[in-house]
T-cell receptor, first 118, second 117 residues
């Protein structure tokens, strides 16, 4: 069965430092890949997504992610973290669930909680 | 335009009761998906509705059901509530092409926090 692994449960960085959140997936083919962010008490907001093409994807809020097929990874990066980035981050894959009908379901990793030290 | 709306935002029920949660998708979106989020299991897919038909279902017991109306609004129902059903229930909507196009995405609502006592 497909799975998504986020090996880091909790990461703490200083404001202004760089950030990399890891994500690995297990699936026979390349799925669609996503990163979402969730602030306390809120729903999920999409940061970026990868469907095909350029393996370096730019997202909102200064985030980017790189797809590496050989490593089955889709790591999220930000060059300089702001205190407002403190939240929980979820990597997800979307797999076709109903061939030809455009139905997909997201399979999420367990999330990485990011804390930012001022 | 308005985002995905979920009502109520918070709900407290007791074991054995049933509950109905509501989701209004973004205008023009016809696909609605539901997810359960718990500290132990994380985010798990419940089901997806499109044009009033359930076209995909996750691995949840039959106590969890849903429906979609002609205006694309969706409800999910949980019968005979158990303590383990306490969770944040998230609804997400997308256009018919859903996640199949690089220009579209799935938009999430703020969720309904269900507490079962």
């Amino acid at each position: 069965a497909q799975s998504v692994t986020q090996p880091d449960i909790h990461i703490t960085v200083s404001e202004g430092a760089s950030l990399e959140l890891r994500c690995n997936y297990s699936y026979g083919a390349t799925p669609y890949l996503f990163w979402y962010v969730q602030s306390p008490g809120q729903g999920l907001q999409l940061l970026l997504k990868y469907f095909s093409g350029d393996t370096l994807v730019q997202g909102i809020k200064g985030f980017e992610a790189e797809f590496k097929r050989s490593q089955s990874s889709f790591n999220l990066r930000k060059p300089s973290v702001h205190w407002s980035d403190a939240a929980e981050y979820f990597c997800a894959v979307a797999l076709p669930a109903y061939s030809g009908a455009g139905s997909y379901q997201l399979t999420f990793g367990k999330g990485t909680k990011l804390s930012v030290i001022p | 335009k308005a985002g995905v709306t979920q009502t109520p935002r918070y709900l407290i029920k007791t074991r054995g009761q049933q509950v109905t949660l509501s989701c209004s998708p973004i205008s023009g979106h016809r696909s609605v998906s539901w997810y359960q989020q718990t500290p132990g299991q994380g985010l798990q897919f419940l089901f997806e509705y499109f044009s009033e038909t359930q076209r995909n279902k996750g691995n949840f017991p039959g106590r969890f059901s849903g429906r979609q109306f002609s205006n694309s609004r969706s409800e999910m129902n949980v019968s005979t509530l158990e303590l383990g059903d306490s969770a944040l229930y998230l609804c997400a909507s997308s256009r018919p092409g859903g996640l199949a196009t690089s220009t579209d995405t799935q938009y999430f609502g703020p969720g309904t926090r269900l507490t079962v006592l």
